[in-house]
């Protein structure tokens, strides 16, 4: 039952110019699609766009039916909203078993809200819920009808980082063999749930590809930059031609800061630190370099302090080439 998605939307506001969504990727039955990519990219309207609250032109595919002309009501989907959209004078309760009242549905909405942990929230009202206790919640109530695609909106966003990790990890669980579509901005949580990851910047897929192939391999500085790579010019090497890959068109390589070498003996590059910034278990060292427009970023347990000159390698098995 794959969702063919092929579909062109302009929207338009009072004052702003208008803004163009186009998109065209499947996904493929019981698979996590990560719409990624950062604030006003259109991720949010592409989403939208899928679960019929826009027109649009294109077609919406799921299982060879096409449901562009259906309204939301009537293409089967589930909506997780970023800001949960529970019914503040209905219980917890109430608020799962509320789309069973119009879509016929055998799950059983007390043992979702177990499996989701907050079993013990039943007869609470949404107000009174924390925002994690709040998501999960709405999560049940998506699942209670049985979507055949399950569509999430940034469901972690507003939520404090133990909160978002802790359900981050409900959510690789959750989403295991459901068809669905989940839109953010967070590089680890795209990482981490998806099977494929789709790129957007200013209303255009600009990559799609496996979580490995993304992050990677990014198909341009832009989405290398937006996925934590270092991004430096071919020129800024005089004679690493191993590292192009034979690509002699390439304007840029890619590195990931986890794969740099600190203190390499046949050094690629070499530069000043300029910041060392802790990170839970690991530091985050920023290196200048002469001819390198970005800094260098590196990760490093024992790291050198500021102003030290250090020299940085390149592993050519993790170098990536790309064109701007």
């Given at each position: 039952m794959t969702l063919a998605v092929d579909i062109e939307a302009t929207f338009t506001a009072d004052g702003a110019d208008a803004f163009h969504v186009a998109a065209d990727f499947e996904v493929d039955p019981g698979e996590t699609v990560v719409i990624l990519g950062p604030s006003g990219s259109g991720k949010t309207l592409l989403l939208e766009t899928v679960a019929g609250f826009h027109d649009h032109e294109g077609t919406v595919e799921h299982d060879g039916l096409v449901l562009s002309d259906r309204p939301p009501e009537g293409r089967d989907f589930a909506f997780v909203f970023q800001d949960y959209a529970l019914f503040p004078h209905?219980?917890?309760?109430?608020?799962?078993?509320?789309?069973?009242?119009?879509?016929?549905?055998?799950a059983n909405p007390e043992a979702l809200l177990a499996d989701l942990g907050v079993a013990d929230l039943t007869d609470r009202y949404p107000p009174t819920l924390s925002g994690g206790e709040a998501q999960r919640v709405a999560l049940a109530r998506a699942l209670a009808v049985e979507p055949t695609v399950l569509l999430l909106d940034e469901p972690l966003s507003s939520l404090d980082v133990p909160t978002r990790q802790s359900l981050r990890a409900d959510l690789q669980d959750v989403l295991?063999?459901?068809?669905?579509?989940?839109?953010?901005?967070?590089?680890?949580?795209?990482?981490?749930?998806a099977d494929r990851i789709v790129v957007?910047?200013?209303?255009?897929?600009?990559?799609?590809?496996?979580?490995?192939?993304?992050?990677?391999?990014p198909a341009s500085p832009l989405v290398a930059r937006f996925t934590g790579s270092n991004v430096v010019p071919i020129s800024a090497l005089s004679d690493r031609a191993s590292l192009l890959d034979g690509d002699r068109d390439a304007t840029h390589l890619t590195v990931?800061?986890?794969?740099?070498?600190?203190g390499a003996h046949d050094p690629?590059?070499?530069?000043?630190?300029?910041?060392?910034?802790?990170?839970?278990?690991t530091?985050?060292?920023?290196?200048?370099?002469?001819g390198v427009p970005e800094p260098?970023?590196?990760f490093?347990?024992?790291?050198?302090?500021?102003?030290?000159?250090?020299s940085l390698g390149f592993p050519p098995e993790r170098v990536a080439t790309c064109r701007a």
């Open positions: 209905m219980t917890v309760t109430e608020n799962v078993e509320f789309g069973q009242r119009y879509r016929e549905a055998d295991a063999g459901v068809t669905s579509i989940y839109v953010t901005h967070d590089r680890t949580t795209a990482r981490a749930l957007m910047n200013d209303g255009q897929v600009v990559q799609t590809g496996t979580p490995e192939d993304v992050f990677e391999r990931r800061p986890e794969a740099v070498e600190l690629d590059l070499t530069g000043t630190v300029e910041r060392v910034t802790r990170e839970d278990a530091s985050r060292v920023t290196v200048a370099v002469e260098i970023t590196v490093s347990v024992d790291p050198p302090a500021p102003g030290t000159t250090v």
